[in-house]
């Protein structure tokens, strides 16, 4: 399965294409997290070379950004795979959508916890909750994150506005 239009959307909504400058070309910024980040919240988990001063062009920062949702569309697919092989069906496309969009944000690692388990489960009522949980950023609750939760956990459950 890959992102839809749905998807991509929601991640790009959040992420911003940011730090752009006077002639139209981007360079890095610290997240919440201190982390060095460019683009639509490219880091160096997805371009490791990727270090403060970096300039992009728009066409990179796009780019880069399809190129790696591959890497998390996988991470999804694997979970999904868990959860059919545990009998719980197939993830539909909104929740493929969801779990890349929260898999973008947080790493992998969000997919071996409470989120994951409810997927894998099929305890899918439960993920919107699961989700919301995930809204710190260097130890601080940020009002993006709980927007972004609150609207992964919307598609999740498949309300697409």
């Not at 697919?77 to 496309?93: P, Q």
């Not at 929260?102 to 009522?125: I, Q």
């Amino acid at each position: 399965m890959a992102t839809t239009g749905n998807g991509t959307a929601l991640i790009k909504a959040f992420e911003s294409c940011l730090k752009k400058m006077s002639n139209g070309m981007f360079t890095t910024y610290r997240c919440p997290a201190n982390v060095p980040t460019i683009g639509w919240g490219t880091t160096a988990s997805d371009v490791p070379s990727l270090k403060d001063g970096d300039i992009w062009s728009r066409q990179k920062c796009d780019d880069v950004f399809a190129a790696s949702l591959g890497k998390y569309e996988a991470y999804v697919t694997k979970l999904g795979n868990e959860r059919r092989a545990n009998g719980n069906g197939l993830l539909n496309s909104h929740q493929f959508d969801t779990l890349v969009s929260f898999t973008y944000n947080c790493g992998p690692g969000g997919l071996s916890g409470n989120v994951g388990r409810a997927v894998r489960e099929g305890r899918d009522s439960q993920v919107p909750e699961y989700l919301s949980r995930w809204n710190k950023g260097g130890g601080k609750i940020l009002a993006g994150l709980v927007r972004r939760r609150k609207a992964e956990g919307q598609l999740y459950l498949g309300d697409v506005s």
